[in-house]
């Protein structure tokens, strides 16, 4: 089982209403950048999947989507909280920029968590 949702007809809604933070990527397959953040995308899934949605979204396929969020340009990860969007990182950044981003969202989450279990 893939923890990475490709959009399809559909699917949006599942991002829009997640209890889960989701970082979305914004692609496309003739994208030279796309293609080489793929695997750092794919292992931030891994590492993060407990605490963070991933989903993947063919700008080719939904331009309208791609066009609702501002993206211009390939690849656009944008991080949905609580449906807004809380993130947007544009072009290619490390497994290091993007997991430093992302923790901070995980630790975001849990504090209501550790406050309440007073």
Same mark, same amino acid.
């Given at each position: 089982?893939? !923890?990475? =949702?490709?959009? #399809?007809?559909?699917?949006? #809604? #599942? /991002? $829009?209403?997640?209890?889960?933070?989701? !970082?979305?990527?914004?692609? +496309?397959?003739?994208?030279?950048?796309? &293609?080489?953040?793929?695997?750092?995308?794919?292992?931030?899934?891994?590492?993060? @999947?407990?605490?963070?949605?991933?989903?993947?979204?063919? /700008?080719?396929?939904?331009?309208?989507? +791609?066009?609702?969020?501002?993206?211009?340009?390939?690849?656009?990860?944008? =991080?949905?909280?609580?449906?807004? /969007?809380? $993130?947007?990182? /544009? @072009?290619?950044?490390?497994?290091? $920029? =993007?997991?430093?981003? !992302?923790?901070?969202?995980? #630790?975001? &989450?849990?504090?209501? $968590?550790? +406050?309440?279990?007073?």
């Amino acid at each position: 089982m893939s !923890l990475i =949702l490709h959009i #399809q007809n559909g699917d949006w #809604q #599942q /991002v $829009e209403s997640s209890t889960k933070p989701v !970082l979305v990527d914004f692609w +496309a397959e003739w994208c030279g950048p796309c &293609r080489m953040l793929a695997p750092t995308f794919e292992k931030l899934a891994q590492n993060f @999947g407990n605490d963070i949605s991933f989903a993947k979204v063919n /700008v080719d396929e939904f331009p309208d989507l +791609a066009g609702r969020y501002g993206v211009r340009s390939i690849p656009t990860l944008i =991080l949905i909280r609580q449906g807004k /969007v809380a $993130e947007t990182v /544009v @072009g290619l950044e490390s497994y290091h $920029e =993007l997991s430093e981003m !992302l923790a901070r969202y995980v #630790q975001q &989450r849990a504090r209501p $968590e550790v +406050a309440g279990a007073r």
